[in-house]
DNA sequence: ATTCATGTTGTGAT
DNA sequence: TATCACAACATGAA
């Protein structure tokens, strides 16, 4: 799950701020019984992060790469289509509904306040996330490839394989370029485009018309030449890129 | 049946 | 000490 589903994800849960939890139940092994009872002051997205907010303490969720969740609220499923029958990781039972999440690594964070945790200046979906930054923190790895550092969660947070994939196709750039092979101009449309694909991202998301609208992410053909895409792991991570070796060609800008 | 995928963290070898 | 490859986690679709 990428930056956007968890900001829209934030969004959805918003019903649930100001309510007192009634029930926990799932296969997590942390501690349960503490939620009973605790008050959600907030819930927020940073990055690929959910974080619920308690009285003196935060629960931190991440879906890892099959994760999911799914939440009623006043008897109408607000999101997610998946089997009743699994256990849950984590459930919260509301007075007004339910949470309940699936394949996601959750912990406690022990803070009155989570948001002092994060830094919303990385997150490329945040009002506050700092452009200039990421182009100063993406100079200082010169030797890393272009794939890497987009993937990078203290430099773009929220970005994930897909965003990078697109990013990548749209500004016509290899994903094995070398940041120092990257002319200032280049880099500078790299990271700002990181932020308005995310942003249109979302956007379809909330539409439920997402998948339509990719263009090289698991497509066969380009969508600027029609030529055949490559499909090859990439970099250090390894994560799967679909580029057009044409369009995108390696080499100094 | 097998492989792959919107991802991260920890371990043990080098 | 640092870096790296790999495993672990865990599920559904192709």
Redesign the pocket.
Known sequence: ?????LHLAAEQLQPFVGKRVKAVFG?TTIDQERLKGQVVQRIFAW???LVIQFDGSALRV???????FEADVLGITVTGD??RS??P?LALTFPNGELRT????VVHLETKDARKLYDRSVDVLARQWDPQQALERMGKTPDERITDVL?D?EVF?????????EVLSLERVHPATPIKDLRPAQRKALVKRARTFSQQ?LRW?RAFV??KHLRI??KSRCPHCDGPVK?E?VG?????A?YCPKCQPLGKT
């Not at 699936?102 to 690594?105: A, E, F, K, V």
């Not at 250090?236 to 799967?240: A, F, H, L, N, V």
């Open positions: 799950m990428e930056g956007p589903s296969n990055g690929k992060h991440h879906f890892l790469l099959f994760g999911s998946y089997k699994r256990e990781r699936y394949t996601c690594s993937l969660q947070a929220g970005v994930g394989n897909i965003i990078k994939n991202f998301r997402l998948l992410h698991r499909h792991k250090k991570r390894k994560r799967m679909h």
